[in-house]
Each structure stands twice: as structure tokens, then as C-alpha cells.
């Protein structure tokens, strides 16, 4: 496979993830100032977040001032949110003996912003976490590719 990248980079041929990485200001901006959480949906409280916008922001500065470390960060940063994702559906499913028992309220939303946020960033995250593998693949060089 043949990185077409910016200087010959590895790691910056994938305008799309760059841009949703790049995005996440606005993300944040739509989900702090007008209560539209598409990215972090299924992320609660206001403070984990903040938190969660703030590292995926500081994600995309690494990449952007250090592109041959994006498949690394792509792939660190893919994780996190994909558990992120994967807890915000299972989380309150894991719930629900202790709130049947009467230790909690039964609270599971799964609404319109959800489901944007599931098909949004899950989509993003699989691609980015693929492609930035491949990219580590490439780096290694073929002898890693067994």
C-alpha cells in the first residue's frame, strides 16, 4: 500500500479522520454552549466531557505538529473512544440488575443523539483505527506483515 501524504508522511493521508479530529471544537462548541452531544453522547457529566473534548483536541494538535506520530496517537485515541462508545450503550445494560433490585433508578436513554453519535463516531472511530493500523504496518515494513 502507497501513503499518498502530505511531504511523504505516514500517517496524514486520511483527510476524513483529520477532519473529524479537526472538528472537535465544534463538536464541543454545539455540545457546552447548546446542548447538541453528537460526539460524546454517552458521556454523562459535563466534566468527563470537557475531558474527553480536551484529549481529542490534544490528539489532533500531536498529529497536526507531529504527523509521523498520528498511526500511533490515531490508534490510542481510537481506543479510548471506542470504549468510550461501547460503555455508554453496555453501561447502563450492566446497570440494570442493581436498579431492578431497587438500588437505582432504571435510567437508559438511547434517543436521536445517541444513535447520531453511535453511527457518527463509531464509523470514525473503526476507520481511523484500521487505517491507522495499516499505516503502523507500513512503517514497520514487510517483515512485520506475517
Known amino acids: 500500500m502507497v501513503l499518498a501524504s502530505r511531504a511523504g508522511l505516514p500517517g496524514t493521508r486520511d483527510g476524513?479522520?483529520?477532519?473529524?479530529y479537526g472538528l472537535t471544537p465544534v463538536f464541543?462548541?454545539?455540545?457546552?454552549?447548546?446542548?447538541?452531544?453528537?460526539?460524546?453522547?454517552?458521556?454523562?457529566?459535563?466534566?468527563?466531557?470537557v475531558a474527553y473534548y480536551a484529549f481529542a483536541l490534544g490528539c489532533w494538535l500531536i498529529m497536526r505538529r507531529r504527523p509521523r506520530w498520528?498511526?500511533?496517537?490515531?490508534?490510542?485515541?481510537?481506543?479510548v473512544s471506542l470504549f468510550l462508545l461501547i460503555y455508554s450503550i453496555m453501561g447502563p445494560i450492566?446497570?440494570?440488575?442493581?436498579?431492578a433490585a431497587g438500588d437505582g433508578d432504571i435510567a437508559f436513554s438511547f434517543?436521536?443523539?445517541?444513535i447520531a453519535n453511535l453511527l457518527l463516531a463509531g464509523s470514525v472511530i473503526i476507520l481511523s483505527f484500521h487505517r491507522h493500523q495499516a499505516d503502523l504496518?507500513?512503517?514497520?515494513g514487510p517483515s512485520s506483515r506475517r
Open 16 to 20: 476524513l479522520v483529520r477532519l473529524y
Open 28 to 49: 464541543a462548541l454545539l455540545d457546552l454552549a447548546f446542548g447538541v452531544s453528537v460526539r460524546a453522547a454517552g458521556i454523562p457529566r459535563l466534566g468527563w466531557r
Open 70 to 79: 498520528t498511526p500511533i496517537v490515531g490508534i490510542g485515541e481510537s481506543s
Open 94 to 99: 450492566f446497570a440494570l440488575p442493581a436498579a
Open 111 to 114: 434517543g436521536p443523539a445517541a
Open 137 to 140: 504496518a507500513n512503517l514497520a
